[in-house]
């Protein structure tokens, strides 16, 4: 069963999407999990690449030009489009922090089991991840914050257990233990890992749900910019990096368009504002379509 899941793995990830948008108790009781199951898996994927190659792709310009259009580029685009749209203040704060968020560890088990190169997504997730401290910081600073105010301490704390985290623990993995064990354990589990991506939906799909219960044409608004937000990060990517080569270009839309929202809402929690979680909510039924269009989009562009 659970080789069939993995194999499979790409429709189930939208499958589950529905499941926790049509069963909003079963989202609902998952979510309080997500961050346990958002460390497990940044640690394991980090764990799973080679340390070196990945410092290698890292260091390379090409990544941290993708690293800015990912998420400075959107973020004042983002300012823009809600200032021509006169977005509430609550709206255009949730619309920033999907933009200032770095991409889901996700996507490097999504991008391999594309079938294209899992490595250059991890760096690239890795760079937008690094710049969220800053991204994010910036969404909350141009934003008011009401009563809440902006506990630094809190907020740094959380920006080291969730980000850097994991990156400090796999590094001291691959630095101490034996490699030989450790590369049979590691090629042992990394076909699972995926199976963790399945909570993410079916977890943060449940807050969209009830606002759906609670105001349907409110709901559908906010799935209409959610599927808007989806179509312009991974289109605008794909075009810019188009002269690279389809499966460059099409490795860098997907990362582009996979947000790791839940790791933006772990850091900075209530101070994202009450649009926030239904808007990430909405996020995830197109960003979890991505992969089965993007390999449609793979089989036809090579033709």
Known sequence: ???FLVRHSLPFMFLFTLLGFVFPSLSLAVFPYLPLVLFSLMTLTLLGM????LLKRLSQIRVWRYAVLHAFFFMGLATLLGWVFSLTNDLLLAILAVAATGSLFATPAIVKAL?????EAMAMTI???LLLPITVSVALLSAPLNDLGL????YF???LIFIFGPMVFSFLVHAYCPTEPLNRVLLKISPYTILLVFAFPLGLVGSFRLMFDADPMMALRYFIIAV???MAFFVTTFMVFRKQGVEIALTAAITSGNRNVLLTYSVAG???GPAFLPLAGALQIPTYLLPVVTRWLHKNLLQ
């Open 157 to 159: 704390a959380r920006l």
């Open 270 to 272: 209530v101070l994202l």
């Open 151 to 154: 506990d630094w301490i809190s």
């Open 228 to 230: 808007a937000l989806c």
């Open 50 to 53: 080679k340390q070196s190659e």
């Open 115 to 119: 079938g294209f190169d899992n490595i």
């Open 1 to 3: 069963m659970l080789s």
């Open 127 to 129: 760079a937008t991840t």
